[in-house]
């Protein structure tokens, strides 16, 4: 067993733990002796996103502990979970690059025993839009980060604003079951064209990878109207539909605009506001959001 100061020096490749339990005794470890610890949960097939959380994890804390589980609560029965993409030894390489210390790699079975049969429902915040489209999807991912967050008592956990409803809905969970870990929101990172990195990404075809940036243009109009005086937010999503509508292989499934750390739908843009977007490309869904303010 290492002790604190010789899990936050290490270099080289991270600890990779599977038992549930050796790593929680780890980690209590290393705050026993004084280390800030820090989680980014992932479900592996890293991109210059998840690592841009890992640079800020190891940053802010001196042990950093990444969780790469493809996690099947959070699949629908006709969703991607058999080809969600794979590649261990590659994220590995890539956490070792980037110094994480520490890899939680867990079997579905260690995660979720034969008799399991609890899950946390946040309510409204898992409702309505991805949870609409996805009805058990937030129930799945509050269960397992639930989960992590015990496994892995950290100090703060870091999480992508790409995915924003998600974030919102983590921290419902930890403020009302009164979890004691900080929850950090990072910026969306960004293809050099616009398009929000995503492990889905691998699934579009060159021709359907020419048309994704434009989940990002329609949020840029949104942006050049906001920034032309347009508060009205009526005007402002059908402006970003009628854009969305002239690619014909898009099919847009929703645009909302949120106040600021909420799921709550605005009229007008008179405070901070989230303007998210869900499309279909083929057989890939794409999300995105951009603030404006």
Partial sequence: MHNASSIADCRGTPRVFEDPRLLRHAVVEAQRQGAKVGLVPTMGALHEGHLSLVDACRSACDVTVASIFVNPTQFGPREDLASYPRS???????????????????????????????????????????????????????????????????????????????????????????????????????????????????????????????????????????????RDADRIQRAMQASLAAEPQLELQYVACFAEGTLCEVERLDAPTIVALAARLGATRLIDNHRLA
């Fill in 88 to 230: 261990l030894p590659r994220d590995l390489q890539l956490l070792a690059e980037r110094g994480c210390q520490l890899a939680f790699v867990p079997e579905a079975e260690s995660m979720y025993g034969p008799r399991h049969d609890t899950y946390v429902d946040v309510g409204a915040a898992a409702r309505g839009w991805e949870g609409a489209i996805r009805p058990t999807h937030f129930r799945g991912v509050a269960t397992v980060v639930l989960k992590l967050f015990h496994i892995i008592p950290a100090d703060c956990a870091f999480f992508g604003q790409k995915d924003y409803q998600q974030t919102v809905v983590v921290k419902q969970m930890a403020a009302d079951l009164d979890v004691p870990i900080e929850i950090r929101v990072l910026p969306t990172v960004r293809e050099s064209d616009g398009l929000a990195m995503s492990s889905r990404n691998a699934y579009l075809t060159p021709d359907q990878r020419a048309v994704a940036p434009r989940l990002w243009e329609s949020l840029q109009l949104a942006q050049s109207l906001f920034d032309a005086g347009v």
